[in-house]
């Protein structure tokens, strides 16, 4: 059997691994593995291709993690505006119950709001900043 055979099966496994986990990493060892088939193809030594296959492997993994590390994390979907339409909104709460909770009308409905932990219970327009199940955790403006 050719090394460029074997180059490209080991490609084509890292493919199917890729799509059975989700692991993009694996595309990029995958992109190694055709690199070191090219060179099985171009004639290199045996060698040559593993280290070929090995330094662009290696390569892409570390520009893939850069990139990654680079971008800001995303924020929880019960605290982004793009995904909750609530997060930003206002809502007035007249007052607070013992337990650190209130009752406000907010879009027809009746909610139940919490304050961030710490903080002190006041009266007066707050900020929604996130939706706990069906419960709007709020900063006070």
């Known amino acids: 059997m050719e090394y460029s055979t074997i180059w490209w099966l080991i490609a084509g496994v890292l493919v199917i691994a890729e799509l059975l986990t989700g692991t993009f990493y694996l ?3 995958a992109l190694g593995a055709v690199a070191g088939a090219a060179s099985a193809h171009l004639g290199m030594s045996n060698h040559t291709q593993i280290i070929v296959a090995a330094v662009l492997a290696a390569g892409a993994v570390l520009v893939c993690y850069l990139v990654r590390k ?69 900063d006070k403006i």
Do not use: C, F, K
């Open 70 to 138: 680079r971008r800001p994390a995303r924020l929880p979907a019960t605290g982004n505006r793009d995904v909750n339409m609530d997060v930003g909104e206002t809502v007035m709460v007249e007052h607070w119950n013992p337990d650190g909770t209130a009752q406000v009308r907010y879009r027809g409905a009746t909610w139940t709001v919490i304050g961030r932990p710490g903080g002190l219970p006041a009266s007066g327009m707050h900020r929604v900043a996130e939706v706990i199940g069906n419960r709007l955790l709020v």
């Open 27 to 29: 595309l990029m060892m």
